[in-house]
């Protein structure tokens, strides 16, 4: 079947992100890059690992029925993933156009998706607002799973809940009530989201330096 490589879209530290058509319907290819600094032979090897975990996580996530893109294929040759583009906005994109109050029903349901992951034990990996779609009627589609792995343990799905916060902090002054927002979400999806919301705030207390309207409430 043909898949034709369409524009460049970006270059992150794993991998390229292109465009292109297959069947007709437009599609993201996704290539993880090589690293120089590793032997060939490792390097490949450690590449595919993460390439079919990522397959694997995101297929698990969509059987689940999380909000993830379908991945359409995989390609062994080329180390690249073939799957269905999402129309939409990243949500970094639509913080800076879109009312607070709209927004904390936006992050209600980005909660909502993160807690429902969590509950199947899948952890995102690089949980940020530049990873999250905001499609047709406020839809929160997750997208790109490269770091992402499955463990049962809270220390990990903390470790996404702090990085979601952290990211969020730094480009909002609203961050506190949305974060809030995705807390209540989070906590109807996942049995076990309080207990892992106290535990991210242990893990953040472990910083030195932090200011008090900064915590996690």
Known sequence: MMIVQGDFLVKGAEASIYTGFF?????IIKQRLPKTYRMQQLDQTIRLQRLRAEARIMTS???IGIQVPVLLG?????QSLLIEEIPGELLFT????TTRIALETIFESVGQQVGLLHENDLIHGDLTVFNIIIGENNTPWLIDFGLGQVSVEMERKADDL????NTLKAISSDFQVLFEAFQVGYNKEY???RKTIEHTKKIQSRARY???EERLE
């Open 61 to 63: 996530a969509w059987k």
């Open 210 to 212: 932090i200011l008090p």
């Open 191 to 193: 049995s076990k989201g």
């Open 23 to 27: 069947l007709q319907s437009s599609v």
């Open 162 to 165: 702090l990085t979601f916060y």
């Open 74 to 78: 995989i390609n062994i040759d080329d």
């Open 94 to 97: 639509v913080m800076s156009s």
